[in-house]
């Protein structure tokens, strides 16, 4: 059975780790001190670890379809307060990708159905605020892509638009927020979009009694 091969490359794995370091689970279980995390797509295609090149311990990972930050989703904004708060990362990175299959669904007019609708709608919402921009975009793969883009710049200011980093930001001048998108032809992340502590923002957002 397919999900067999799972179990068996996982002995494996534990096996060839305890191989190169006899301490290897007893140290990583004692200790979790990340200092990054990645906001990525749900796409098999990009494994945050593995495109870069962090070992269990160094990385904290939070998917979802279309890499979105959503401030009302409960599940993103728990794994925000606990990296930011908790676990003190220095670095929160929002990672899209191009080609990415919530982007490209997005941008059709097809009725996916409830659920998929509601989700879908924040990336209508970005291409929306955008529409001038990727309205002249003739090649729809350009357009694809540009929107991969700003949807990216996009879900990074909406973290910054929390009270979790605003308080952080003043508090203790981190983290920096990046905006990343990842090239599934090349392999290359492309850096697009970066916020530093304090960078002004529209005001409406802005906190002052933190
Ligand atoms: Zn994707």
Redesign the pocket.
């Known amino acids: 059975m397919p999900y067999e091969k799972l179990l068996l490359e996982n002995k494996a794995w534990a096996k060839e780790m305890l191989a190169d370091d006899p301490n290897y689970f007893n140290r990583l279980a004692h200790l979790q001190t990340p200092e990054f995390l990645w906001i ?4 098999s295609r ?1 494994p945050a670890d593995k495109i870069t090149g962090t070992q269990p311990g160094e990385i904290f990972v939070h998917r979802n ?3 979105l930050v959503i401030h009302t989703d409960v599940n993103l904004l728990s794994v925000l307060d606990y990296a930011v708060n908790h676990l003190k990362v220095n670095h929160v990175i929002v990672c ?2 191009y ?5 490209k669904a997005a941008m059709t007019n097809h009725d996916y159905k409830y659920v998929l609708n509601m989700w879908l709608r924040n990336i209508k919402d970005v291409y929306s605020l955008y529409k001038d921009e990727l309205n002249a975009i003739e090649n729809d793969e350009q357009k694809t892509d540009r929107l ?1 883009e700003l949807n990216v710049k996009e879900q990074v200011m909406r973290l910054a638009k929390t009270s979790i980093i605003q308080r952080a930001w003043k508090n203790e001048n981190r983290p920096v927020l990046h905006g990343w998108v990842y090239g599934l032809k090349d392999g290359i992340i492309k850096s697009i979009f970066d916020l530093q502590p304090g960078d002004e923002m529209d005001p409406i957002y802005k906190y002052d009694d933190l």
Do not use: K, L
């Open positions: 990525g797509c749900s796409d990009v379809i279309a890499n899209g990708h080609g990415c299959g919530g982007i991969v």
